[in-house]
C-alpha cells in the first residue's frame, strides 16, 4: 500500500528494534496508596503507625509527580521498634521449622493476590522487581526455613537483626537480605532507600495479613543511611547488613564504629564491571547483549567494553547500525548533564571517537547513548565512571590482557564473557577477581547463586547456602563483640603509644635471657629498627626472653613476601595443601616437648595443661589437613536451562591479631584455617604470650611451605595492628584485642575494604581450649577465610 509504514520481517532484523511497549496501568496502587491518603506511616508491631508532629519525605515519579510521602523516623520510634522486635524474635523463633516455612510460602499465594499492586507500586516508585522474583525468592528461603535444623546444625539465630538501605538501592538487592534473615529465625528492622520505602511497606502488610509475628518485621522510613547507626546504637539490635552504594556503605560503617555490633557490608549500586568480548563469541549476540545492559536509565553497575583487537571494526560496525535506532536517555539532573559533557569532552582530547545515534541536545536533562572507543584503562571515563548512558571501550590483545583489563577496576562485583570457547571462558573466569561470572549472557540473578564481595564490592555473601551463615552464629559461642558505646578517639594517634620500658635485673651473662627472631620472607630475622621488647614472666616480675619489635616496614616486607608466593599456592592442588599441613603436624610432634614447656613457663599453666594444649594443637593441624579438599563448592541447580559453579576461592592475604589465652593452639588453628583454603598469613602473636609461636617458628622453617607464605611478627599489639589496617594489600583481617582497636579497624578498614573478624579479647571461652576445638567453630573459620564466586553458562 502506497505511504505504508509497515516495517517488513527484513526492516526489523536489519534494525533489531524493540517493539512497542504495552500501556500501563497503575490503578491498583493508586488504590493502596489513596487508602493510606498517599501519607505513609511507619510499620511497626504488626500494623502502621502514623506518629504526631514529625516530618516527612516526598517521592516523585520519573516524570516529576508526586507518589506519596513517608514518615521521617525519630530516636523515639528505634526504641518502639527495637522493643517491637525483641518481642517478635521470641515469637518467630520459638516457631518450628516447619512453621516458618509454612508462612513463607503461605506468601508465594498473598503475592499472587496482591502481586498486580505491589509490581505497579515498585513501578511508580522507580523500584522495579518483578512478582516472579519475589515467588523465587520466597520459596527459595522457605525451602532453608524448612531444613535449616536439618543441614544447618549447631547454629542459631542471631537476634534482631537491622537491614539498611541507601536510596538508591534495587528492591531485589534489599529482600535478598531480608528473606534470609527471616528464614533463619530472626526478626528484621528494615530501614529502606525512599525509593524502595512504599513497596516494603506493603510487602510488611502482605507478611503480617499472611500470618507473620507481628514485631517480627518492622520497616522504619524517612531516615537516611546514616539513621542505620542510630538504629545500632539500640542495644537489642545483635546485626546490621546493608546494601546500596559504597559511599553510603562507609558512611554507615564508621559511624557504627565501637558501637559493639558488626556490620555486613554488600556494596551493589554504582561498581564498574568489565564486558569482555572474545574473538571466538557470536558477535551479533555479544552486540545484542550490550545494547540491552549499558543504556538503561537505572541500572546497578556501570559496564566497561573490552574487546579482541582482531573483531574490533566488526563489533564497532553493529553497534553503530544497533545504536541508530536509539532514543536519548532521560538524566536526573542538570548537574549529572554537564558531568557527562565533561567525561566525553575529556575523552575526546584523550583521542576517543564516539559513537552516538545522534548529536547529543544542546541542553537539557538528557543524553543519547554513546560508546567511547579508544580510551585508557587510566581514563577518568573509566576510573571514575558518570551515571550518565556511557560506554568505554579498551581493546586487548591476548587472553592474559583481558583479564588485565578486567581485575584492573578496585570493585569486584560482576563481569560478562562473550565467546564460545568453554575453555577459554572458565579460565577466564576463575582468573577474574568478581564475584559473579556470567558466560554469554548478562546479569542473572538466582538467590542460589552465592556471591561474595570481591575487593571493594563488600565483606560478606549473599545467596545460596553460604548466604545464610551471615544471619547465624555458632551455638557454642556467644557474640564476638558486647555492646559498648563508641569511645572518644584520636584515630590518628592510636597505636602510637610506646610500651612501657623494663629494667632487666643483674644477671650473669649464663643466665641471661635468650633472645628470639621473627619470621618474615621464610627466614628467622630481626625487626627492621633493632629493637627488642622484653617477655616477661606472668607474674610480671623476670624477663624470659627478649622478642624483636615488629612496625609498620616489617608488615611490608611480610606482605610483599606473601604476596609473592600466594598465587601459587592458590593453585595447589587440596592433596598438596594437606601434604603440607601433615608435615607442620609431625614437625610440631617432633618439638611438642620443648614448646610444651615453652607454654608451661610463658602461661603459668601446669604441665599437664601445657602438654594437653601442645597434644591438641597437633591434632588441629591434622584436622585442617583433612578438611583441605572436603568442601569445594560444585554445581547448583538452577530453575532454568544452563549451568552454574560455584567455587570457594582464597581472599588473598590475610593479617591475623592472635588472642592472649591459648596462644598456641589459638595459632595453629588460624593458621590452618588460612592455608588450608589457600590464603598467605601475617600472623601477630599475643604481646603478652609471644613464645609458643615464636618457637613454632622452627615447625615452620623444617616444613615444605614455601617461604613467604606464613609469616610471623612480634611487637606491640596496637601498632602491628595500625600498620596492618592500612596496608592496602591485606584482603582481611582477624583480630582479638582491645575494644579499642575493634573501633580502629571499624572505622578504618573502609578504603580498601577489608573483610573483618573481630572479638573482644573480653569474651573468651572459660573452658581451656575446647572452645577452639569444637567443629563449628572450626566451620566458621573456614568460611570467613574463603569467598565464593559463581559463574553461569546458559545453554540454550
Known amino acids: 500500500m502506497a505511504g ?89 523463633s520459638g516457631l518450628t521449622c516447619y512453621q516458618r516455612a509454612k508462612l513463607l510460602l503461605k506468601m508465594v499465594g498473598t503475592l499472587g493476590q496482591h502481586g498486580q499492586c505491589w509490581s505497579e507500586l515498585c513501578e511508580a516508585c522507580g523500584a522495579s522487581c518483578s512478582p516472579s522474583n519475589l515467588v523465587r525468592l520466597l520459596q527459595y528461603y522457605s525451602s532453608w526455613a524448612q531444613l535449616r535444623d536439618t543441614l544447618i546444625t549447631n547454629w542459631t539465630p542471631l537476634g534482631v537483626v537491622a537491614v539498611v538501605a541507601s536510596d538508591d538501592c534495587f528492591l531485589y538487592a534489599l529482600m535478598l537480605k531480608v528473606l534470609p534473615a527471616l528464614a533463619m529465625g530472626n526478626s528484621v528492622i528494615v530501614v529502606p532507600g525512599q525509593s524502595t520505602a512504599p513497596p516494603m511497606l506493603l510487602l510488611a502488610q502482605l507478611f503480617t495479613a499472611a500470618g507473620l509475628p507481628a514485631g517480627a518485621l518492622n520497616v522504619v522510613t524517612g531516615g537516611d543511611v546514616t539513621f542505620g547507626a542510630k538504629v545500632a546504637q539500640n542495644p537489642s539490635i545483635n546485626h546490621i547488613t546493608y546494601s546500596g552504594n559504597k559511599q553510603d556503605g562507609v558512611t554507615l560503617s564508621k559511624a557504627t564504629a565501637g558501637m559493639g555490633v558488626l556490620v555486613s557490608f554488600s556494596p551493589f549500586i554504582g561498581a564498574t564491571c568489565p564486558f569482555i568480548i572474545f574473538e571466538s563469541a557470536d558477535i551479533d549476540s555479544a ?15 556501570h559496564w566497561v567494553l573490552c574487546v579482541q583487537e582482531s573483531v574490533l571494526d566488526s563489533v564497532v560496525a553493529r553497534l553503530r547500525l544497533r545504536m541508530s535506532g536509539l532514543k536519548c536517555v532521560g538524566l536526573n539532573s542538570d548537574e549529572e548533564r554537564v558531568q557527562v559533557d565533561a567525561v566525553v569532552q575529556e575523552a575526546q582530547q584523550q583521542g576517543a571517537t564516539l559513537v552516538q545515534p545522534c548529536v547529543a541536545p ?109 544471619f547465624l552464629r555458632p551455638c557454642s559461642s556467644s557474640s564476638p563483640l558486647p555492646r559498648s558505646s563508641p569511645v572518644s578517639m584520636d584515630y590518628s594517634k592510636f597505636g602510637t603509644a610506646t610500651s612501657p620500658a623494663v629494667i632487666p635485673d643483674d644477671l650473669d651473662a649464663a643466665s641471661a635471657p635468650k633472645p628470639y627472631l621473627q619470621f618474615i620472607g621464610g627466614k628467622a630475622c630481626k625487626s627492621v629498627s633493632g629493637c627488642s621488647v622484653a617477655v616477661q614472666s606472668p607474674e610480671g616480675g623476670s624477663v624470659l626472653a627478649y622478642c624483636p619489635e615488629g612496625g609498620r616496614k616489617d608488615v611490608r616486607n611480610a606482605v610483599e613476601a606473601a604476596v609473592k608466593v600466594h598465587s601459587g599456592w592458590m593453585k595447589k592442588s587440596p592433596a598438596a595443601r594437606a601434604q603440607s599441613l601433615h608435615s607442620l603436624a609431625k614437625g610440631l610432634e617432633a618439638k611438642r616437648r620443648d614448646i610444651a614447656n615453652l607454654v608451661h613457663v610463658q602461661t603459668g599453666l601446669s604441665v599437664d595443661e601445657a602438654e594437653k594444649e601442645v597434644e591438641l594443637s597437633i591434632n588441629k593441624l591434622s584436622d585442617w589437613a583433612a578438611y583441605c579438599d572436603k568442601i569445594q563448592g560444585g554445581a547448583l541447580p538452577m530453575p532454568q536451562s544452563g549451568s552454574a559453579l560455584s567455587y570457594a576461592e582464597a581472599l588473598g592475604v590475610v593479617g591475623v591479631v592472635l588472642p592472649d589465652k591459648n596462644p598456641l593452639l589459638s595459632m595453629v588453628t588460624v ?14 602473636p599475643s604481646q603478652r604470650f609471644p613464645l609458643p609461636a615464636l618457637a613454632f617458628i622452627q615447625v615452620l622453617q623444617a616444613s615444605d611451605l614455601p617461604a613467604g607464605l606464613v609469616n610471623v611478627i612480634t611487637g606491640n599489639r596496637d601498632q602491628l595492628t595500625v600498620a596492618l589496617a592500612n596496608h592496602s594489600v591485606l584482603k582481611a583481617i582477624w583480630y582479638w584485642g582491645s575494644m579499642e582497636g575493634c573501633q580502629y579497624l571499624q572505622y578504618t578498614c573502609t578504603s580498601p575494604l577489608k573483610t573483618l573478624c573481630l572479638f573482644s579479647q573480653n569474651v573468651e571461652d572459660e573452658d581451656g581450649g575446647k572452645e577452639w576445638c569444637h567443629p563449628v567453630v572450626m566451620e566458621d573459620m573456614w568460611r570467613n577465610a574463603v569467598q565464593w564466586k559463581s559463574v553461569w553458562i546458559p545453554t540454550a
Request: glycine share 10%.
Open 671 to 684: 593458621l590452618g584455617a588460612t592455608i588450608a583454603t589457600g590464603n598467605a598469613v601475617i600472623l601477630v
Open 4 to 92: 505504508s509504514t509497515t516495517k517488513t520481517v527484513q526492516d526489523i532484523f536489519q534494525s533489531m528494534e524493540y517493539g512497542p511497549a504495552a500501556a500501563s496501568s497503575t490503578a491498583s496502587a493508586q488504590a493502596w496508596l489513596d487508602h493510606h491518603s498517599r501519607s505513609l506511616g511507619l510499620f511497626i508491631d504488626g500494623k502502621f503507625i502514623h506518629p504526631a508532629g514529625r516530618q516527612s519525605r516526598s517521592l516523585t515519579d520519573s516524570k516529576g509527580a508526586n507518589v506519596c510521602s513517608t514518615v521521617c523516623v525519630v530516636d523515639d520510634d528505634v526504641s518502639q521498634c527495637a522493643s517491637s522486635s525483641v518481642g517478635g524474635f521470641k515469637t518467630w
Open 287 to 301: 552486540v545484542d547483549g550490550v545494547i540491552e545492559t549499558a543504556f538503561k536509565k537505572k541500572k546497578e553497575v
Open 362 to 470: 544542546s541542553s537539557g536533562a538528557q543524553y543519547p547513548p554513546t560508546v567511547l572507543c579508544g580510551v585508557a584503562p587510566s581514563s577518568p571515563s573509566v576510573v571514575n565512571l558518570s551515571s550518565g548512558p556511557l560506554l568505554p571501550l579498551m581493546t586487548f590483545r591476548s587472553n592474559t590482557e583481558a583479564v588485565t583489563l578486567g581485575n584492573h577496576s578496585p570493585d569486584g562485583r560482576a563481569a560478562s564473557i562473550w565467546t564460545e570457547d568453554l575453555t577459554l571462558a572458565l579460565e577466564t573466569a576463575k582468573s577474574l577477581a568478581v564475584g559473579s561470572v556470567w558466560v554469554n549472557s548478562h546479569s542473572v540473578s538466582d538467590p542460589c547463586l552465592p556471591v561474595s564481595g570481591h575487593k571493594d564490592s563488600g565483606t560478606c555473601t549473599d545467596g545460596g547456602r553460604e548466604g545464610l551463615y551471615q
